[in-house]
């Protein structure tokens, strides 16, 4: 059996194993068992990420560039942003169907939503998916308004979630299910299962059940510098980062010392709200492996955890003003303190939490740099007879889906696959470094790129390529050793001129290859997404207005030329 969990923008540090405070036992045992990956890299924002991830595909390649909330107009027509997984790439879930296993989705899927598009429709036999970007923990609505309603689906059909609804347990809830639904009956042999679990956690709103919150009330107190210096400090301790690993101070983290004590207390608990989901998730998880245990299916299931971006830094960074509670108050959700994190309230972190989450890296979701893309991998399972390491390979997100197929003994699709062509899948098995037989499957001069929205990025060997846009960024490419600099803090282009060139050319080539397109000009990722709503969800009603507008104009134009002619 393979269980593949993916928490939906966890940062760096924010697992025990990798350096957090945050209590995570079920996941650290699985990293005490098996291999921590400390070098791998994923997409900075979702979609892209999920598209790879089950393909093994270049994310444009894929259809997905961009979550398509985000997708400019000018971009749409060309197939690398239809922001939807494409009918050109195999998920690993239809090859392992195929092969004769079972396959389960519960959780978010947000690669499409028409009949085609969703998971039911992609090799997963039993599934119970949220379809959107995301969606409140608590009750079934959106958790912004680009979307009229939460959109649920259960084997391609449109649910309505329970009254005790809370999304990390019913997810859990649903998979064991799935997982009993197909159990044996007498002596007929059991057909191995692939799970995937995507949870909600810990994307905004950020929510979790009391006693979990209660177990952090006070932690963050000293703030978010401290927060990130002290997960720092354990990273290098438990050999997650080098030794002495620098960081840079982001310019986006407000000065905690200026807050008044008020304001101390209430960023501390929004905080304290985000550790409880994310030790929330991690019991819940443990609820499934105990599960797995009881039936006996522990010893023969592996586990793969990973996230599908970095920490999330959006939302209202100064979330008790005034004016962030009229705007959550006119999406029905509250912002006080004694009830943060509970149903009817919302909750993010904010740029200033969100780097120290991905301690100690520079960036976070949405942006290029190390602390949007590097995050947890860990790698278990006892089928896998390995001894437990840390290994600081590189790794890419497309690296996953063959290193399933590999586990499960299934071969990737040819040129052809079910009748029509496909992309070929891309990415590296990573057996070779899971079972100490190799110390890298990417070798030195293999060149992998990425593209977001204007932003750009080429790995090859130790080092990283990268443009970040503004006004976060400077728009400015940069080059960096990422094994020996994870923190990006010393630029090496006036350095090292000549890689800086080969490799500037190598990005070029990707683009060209890849069917990237740069975004328009002043192009501001929160702003498309308004204006992509308005589009999308009111484009009937803004042309009722404008006819009605029109018919108004005529009539009143009409009338002046009445009453003129009846003056005359």
């Known amino acids: 059996n ?17 350096g957090s405070e945050i ?8 990293a005490d068992e098996g291999v921590r990956f400390t070098n791998y890299h994923t997409a900075a924002n979702c979609a892209p990420a999920r598209a790879m991830l089950l393909t093994g595909v270049s994310s444009h390649r894929a259809g997905v560039a961009n979550i398509p909330e985000m997708i400019a107009p000018e971009q749409r027509h060309e197939p690398a942003y239809q922001g939807v997984l494409g009918d050109n790439v195999v998920t690993v879930a239809t090859l392992l169907e195929d092969a004769g296993y079972n396959t389960y989705l519960s959780g978010k899927w947000h690669l499409g939503q028409s009949k085609g598009k969703l998971p039911s429709r ?18 079934q609505k959106p958790y912004i308004p680009i979307y009229e309603i939460a959109n649920w689906y259960s084997n391609g059909e449109r649910i309505e979630l329970p009254e005790n609804f809370y999304s990390s347990e019913f997810l859990v809830d649903r998979m064991i299910e799935f997982i009993q639904a197909d159990a044996p009956q007498g002596n007929v042999p059991r057909q191995p299962f692939f799970a995937y679990l995507p949870f909600q956690a810990v994307h905004i709103p950020v929510q979790a059940p009391q006693e979990f919150i209660d177990r952090y009330e006070g932690r963050y107190l000293e703030g978010w510098k401290t927060l990130r210096e002290e997960r720092r400090q354990r990273a290098i301790e438990l050999g997650i980062v080098p030794p002495d690993a620098p960081m840079v101070d982001m310019h986006t983290t407000r000065d905690w010392d200026a807050l008044s004590d008020e304001d101390k207390k209430f960023e501390a608990k929004r905080m304290a709200v985000y550790a409880a989901m994310v030790e929330a998730m991690d019991y819940h998880l443990g609820r499934l492996i105990e599960h797995l245990k009881r039936t006996g299916e522990f010893d023969n299931t592996i586990f793969i955890f990973t996230s599908d971006n970095g920490s999330e830094p959006s939302g209202p960074d100064v979330l008790n003003s005034a004016q962030a509670r009229f705007q959550l108050g006119r999406q029905g959700y509250t912002a006080d303190y004694e009830t ?8 993010n972190l904010g740029p200033s939490f969100a780097s120290a989450s991905a301690s100690p890296l520079a960036y976070y979701k949405f942006y ?4 949007g893309l590097r995050v947890p991998l860990i790698i278990s399972g006892k089928p896998l007879s390995v001894s437990p390491e840390i290994t600081e390979g590189f790794a890419y997100v497309k690296d996953i889906a063959p290193t399933i197929l590999a586990m499960a003994g299934v071969a990737p699709p040819g040129a052809r696959y079910a009748g029509k062509p496909v992309e070929p899948i891309t990415g590296q098995s990573l057996m070779p470094l899971i079972t100490g037989q190799a110390k890298a499957v990417h070798a030195d001069d293999d060149a992998i790129g990425y593209e977001l929205a204007g932003q750009g990025v080429l790995f090859q060997g130790d080092y990283k390529l990268l443009k970040i846009r503004g006004p976060v960024g400077d728009d400015t490419w940069h080059l960096y ?13 006036t350095e090292e001129p000549a890689r800086f060139q080969a490799m500037l050319s190598l990005y070029e080539r990707f683009e060209q290859e890849n069917g990237v397109l740069q975004p328009p000009e002043g192009y501001d990722h929160i702003r498309q997404v308004a204006l992509n709503t308005l589009h999308d969800r009111f484009r009937g009603e803004l042309l009722v207005a404008i006819l009605l507008a029109i018919v108004l104009l005529l009539f009143v134009l009409f009338s002046r030329h009445n009453r003129k002619g009846v003056s005359k």
Not at 23 to 30: F, G, N, R, V
Not at 340 to 347: I, P, R, Y
Not at 481 to 493: A, F
Request: hydrophobic share 40%.
């Open 122 to 139: 992609r090799g997963f036999q039993r599934t119970v998916v949220m379809a959107d970007s995301g969606a409140d923990n608590w009750e």
């Open 368 to 371: 290029v740099g190390e602390g």
């Open 23 to 30: 209590t995570t036992p079920t996941i650290d045992a699985l």
């Open 2 to 18: 393979i269980v593949l969990i993916l928490a939906d923008d966890l940062g760096f540090s924010d697992l025990g194993s990798y």
């Open 481 to 493: 050793d990422i094994v020996r600099d994870p923190g990006e803090t010393r630029d090496l282009k």
């Open 340 to 347: 943060l994190g509970l149903k009817g309230s919302f909750v």
